[in-house]
């Protein structure tokens, strides 16, 4: 039973998952802004993995402080946060429960373990909180 | 001797909703102390054991903390503070 629904464009979608076989083994990051308030991911900003690795992503701590102003003076916020998983399933893990610190966006995660089947769900991570959420692709 | 700092979504439960709080200390340690003072339970969201805890970022005047002095970094009148959580995971 999936509670909330994730509403977002193919556009996106596929610009997510070929970010996504494009830093593969690596895990792939970014996000997808929207106007504040709104809950429409619309401005995709893939991000650079700094941990570069297949099994922690981290963005850079410059170009967080970037894209936050950023974000700040066209008064948009983080609506979607995505990464790949490289090698397991499209499930937040125990690390990115413990760290997720945006409680009103939706963690996009997407698996690329299969080479041609990429898996992309949506979840609310909120107080420690895993929620799977509908993925309405328009 | 005030400094301006920016609070994220996430922590402004301590600040009653507040973006941005104002305040004061010769260095990073003392104004966390000082925001703790007003803003009860921010300290611990910000140092575990002593150190900046490894997923929050402090810039102060847009420069990382951890590239500065981290908590001992020294603050000046209208420098500008920004607290952000780390965006990061692993699988």
Known sequence: MLSGVLTIRQDIVDAIIEHARRDHPDEACGVVAGPAGSDRPERFIPMLNAARSPTFYEFDSMDLLRLYREMESRDEEPVVIYHSHTATEAYPSRTDVSIAAEPNAHYVLVSTRDEHDADFRSFRIVDGQVTEEEVKII | ?91
Request: aromatic share 4%.
């Open chain 2, 1 to 91: 001797m005030a400094v301006e700092v920016r609070i994220p979504t996430i922590l402004r439960q301590y600040t009653g909703g507040a973006k941005v709080v104002e305040g004061g200390g010769d260095t990073l340690s003392a104004l966390i102390d000082d925001l703790e003072s007003r803003h009860e339970g921010l300290r611990d969201r910000l140092i575990e054991n002593g150190e900046l805890r490894r997923f929050v970022n402090i810039y102060v005047n847009d420069e990382d903390v951890r590239f500065l002095d981290g908590l001992k970094t020294s603050l000046s009148d209208a420098d500008s503070v920004t607290v952000l959580p780390a965006v990061a995971g692993g699988a």
